[in-house]
Nanobody
């Protein structure tokens, strides 16, 4: 089992920044690729970003590329999502999730591939 806890959400004006953190406990953190997803009211949960087991690979949704940066610190069992130039359409509950991988560098965008999920943190961007 892996337990994930997100933090850092909040309310900002358009153009502002937030930094989300995902803290993990339980099994070996470096065995897992970690992804961020978001879900707006009435919509499906969408992929945002993912980082591979040892930070060798990252992948971003087109809508956040160039504005969001994902990073991880395996020594501290944390993954961070730095978000800049936030827009109202970024408003959603943000979730981190863990996907156990054999490969050090492969990642996936599919929600169903992730085994463990955090409880989510709300991000609200006003215009």
């Amino acid at each position: 089992q892996v337990q994930l806890v997100e933090s850092g959400g909040g309310s900002v004006q358009a153009g502002g920044s937030l930094r989300l953190s995902c803290a993990a406990s339980g099994r070996t953190f470096s065995d897992y690729a970690i992804g961020w997803f978001r879900q707006a009211p009435g919509k499906e949960r969408d992929f945002v970003a993912v980082i591979s087991r040892i930070s060798g690979s990252t992948d971003y949704a087109d809508s956040v590329k160039g504005r969001f940066t994902i990073s991880r610190d395996n020594a501290k069992n944390t993954v961070t999502l730095q978000m800049i130039s936030l827009q109202p359409e970024d408003t959603a509950v943000y979730y981190c999730a863990a996907d156990r991988r054999i490969s050090f560098t492969s990642t996936t965008r599919r929600v169903g591939d992730y085994e463990y999920w955090g409880q989510g943190t709300q991000v609200t961007v006003s215009s």
